[in-house]
C-alpha cells in the first residue's frame, strides 16, 4: 500500500522547492536558495518549516557528522498530485469536466496553449 502524500501549505510548497531543487541539503543551504528566491526569508523560519515538514513526513534526513542532510520523501509529482486532488474535490466537488471547462472559459489561453490542449485531450482520447 502506497503511503499517503502529507498536505503541506503554501509555504511548506516554497521549502519542498528549494530541497527538490537540489538534494541532500543542509538547512543552511535551504535557507539561503530560499533567500535567494526573497530576500524575506528568514533562517529560523526557513528551519521551523524544515522540521515541520520532516514531522509531515514529506522530507527525510541522513546525520553526516554534524550536519544534518534533508532529502525529500516524496517527489514534486507526488505533491503535485495530491493538492490537484484536494483542491478538485474542494473546488469542484471532485468532477474535472467543470473545473477544466472553467478554466478553458475563463482563462486567457494563448493560441499555443489552446493547441497544446488540444494535443493532450487527443492523446488520451486515442488511449482509450
Known amino acids: 500500500m ?4 502529507p498536505r503541506i501549505s503554501d509555504t511548506e510548497w516554497e521549502v519542498m522547492r528549494a530541497v527538490w531543487s537540489g538534494h541532500p541539503a543542509t538547512a543552511g543551504e535551504i535557507a539561503d536558495r530560499l533567500a535567494q528566491s526573497d530576500p524575506s526569508w ?6 521551523t518549516l524544515i522540521g515541520r515538514l520532516v514531522e509531515k513526513g514529506a522530507l527525510a534526513y ?7 542532510l534533508y532529502r525529500p520523501a516524496v517527489t514534486e509529482q507526488e505533491c503535485i498530485a495530491a493538492a490537484s486532488e484536494s ?11 467543470p473545473m477544466l471547462a ?3 472559459e475563463h482563462e486567457d489561453l494563448s493560441p499555443e496553449e489552446v493547441k497544446e490542449l488540444e494535443k493532450i ?7 482509450r
Open 2 to 5: 502506497k503511503k499517503p502524500v
Open 42 to 47: 528568514h533562517p529560523k523560519t526557513a528551519r
Open 62 to 68: 541522513d546525520v553526516e557528522g554534524r550536519s544534518f
Open 87 to 97: 483542491f478538485l474535490d474542494r473546488v469542484f466537488g471532485g468532477a474535472l469536466k
Open 102 to 104: 472553467h478554466f478553458v
Open 121 to 127: 485531450l487527443a492523446r488520451r482520447k486515442n488511449r
